[in-house]
């Protein structure tokens, strides 16, 4: 995909370049990794919505709002690592390579990519509370969770919170060393 130059809100949805994209589309967009490769346009999406819903042109359910901070707190997770370890390229199964963000934690390091930090995301923090406390509260509190997760800076915008940071140093550090006491985790076999 081509990289956008803007992303504008509009009473029919985000406008992106000349072609208009309903908000729910939008939404699922960022979910479905549409912008994992270029973060910076995921970001200029996300304020289209939210201005969007500000003009009152677009009402979100809280599905779509966890959605949205899921995707932010891996971006500004990974936005963080590049800036402090870089990057890495791997090698990939068709014979490739894919550019990795470097981590680096008290176990030791590895290449970390969106989709999959989103996915882990959803699997601990929505997974976790919604098992244990329901569809209603969970959702609720995994969308506090989120939110506690960032926080805004006035000279840089978006950062980690110390509690996000915490939280996703423990996920990536506990990865780790499970990798080294257990090795790569075998491929699901789906019949």
């Not at 346009?41 to 009402?59: F, H, K, M, P």
Request: net charge negative.
């Amino acid at each position: 995909m081509e990289e956008i130059k803007s992303a504008e809100a509009t009473p029919d949805g985000v406008k992106v370049e000349n072609k208009i994209i309903g908000y729910s589309t939008a939404v699922k967009s960022l979910c479905s990794g549409n912008y994992d490769r270029r973060l910076f346009d995921g970001l200029n999406v996300i304020a289209a919505i939210q201005e969007g819903v500000t003009s009152g042109w677009y009402r979100m359910d809280i599905e779509k709002e966890i959605i949205i901070w899921r995707w932010l707190v891996a971006t500004v997770f990974i936005n963080e690592e590049l800036f402090k370890n870089g990057t890495v390229d791997i090698p990939n199964e068709d014979g490739g390579t894919d550019t990795a963000v470097i981590y680096c934690g008290k176990e030791g390091g590895l290449g970390i990519y969106p989709g999959p930090l989103r996915f882990s995301l959803a699997n601990h923090v929505e997974g976790t509370a919604l098992e244990k406390y329901g569809r209603d509260l969970g959702l609720d509190l995994a969308l506090k969770m989120y939110k506690g997760m960032i926080e805004s800076c006035p000279q840089n915008g978006l950062r980690m919170s110390a509690m996000g940071r915490d939280g996703l140093c423990m996920l990536h550090d506990g990865f780790i060393r499970s990798l080294q006491t257990e090795g790569m985790p075998a491929m699901p076999v789906i019949h």
